[in-house]
């Protein structure tokens, strides 16, 4: 395994990457179910002794969070849950009903029969999470659903502007 200018292996980058993943989806999660409320501040500091590590992967997982628009950044203030204003949330909704569309249509002609098992064991969750009246497994589920018709397109642009 080749060596980084650490001296580190490449295997060791490539967990402190899943660390910082891992990180940001329990925050989305916690902050989907209301753990967080809008403008609450996030400390990097309480958040690595939470999680048990260090302040990198946490920095990592909060910048991808700001991009995401789940937080917010204030210089010398610190990091707040961001609160979207009900244009935000349209004009988030609008775009990513386009992107939506645009993967639906790729992924249409690249799927096969054998293929959309997946999709459709996703919707019969998202369907018994509707019965239930279950909204943060239904968000979860709907989101799983929409990242797999990104990644069936085929299209490297579609994920990056997905996420």
Excluded: C
């Excluded at 999680?51 to 991808?64: C, D, K, M, Y």
């Amino acid at each position: 395994m080749a060596k980084d200018s650490t001296g580190d292996n490449n295997q060791t980058q490539l967990n402190r990457h899943v660390l910082r993943d891992e990180i940001k989806e329990y925050l989305i999660d916690a902050i989907l179910r209301g753990k967080y409320q809008p403008g609450e501040r996030l400390t990097e500091l309480a958040l690595a002794r939470h999680f048990g590590v260090s302040q990198a992967p946490i920095r990592e997982a909060l910048g991808h969070l700001e991009l995401m628009g789940f937080v917010e950044s204030k210089p010398y203030r610190g990091t707040y849950i961001h609160k979207h204003s009900p244009e935000e949330l349209r004009d988030i909704y609008t775009v990513r009903a386009l992107l939506q569309a645009l993967a639906g249509r790729l992924a249409a002609t690249r799927l096969t029969v054998g293929d959309l098992a997946e999709p459709m064991a996703l919707v019969d969750q998202m369907v018994a999470y509707a019965n239930e009246n279950t909204a943060q497994g239904f968000y979860k589920t709907d989101y799983a659903f929409d990242e797999m018709i990104v990644r069936a397109a085929n299209n490297t642009m579609l994920p990056r502007l997905f996420d």
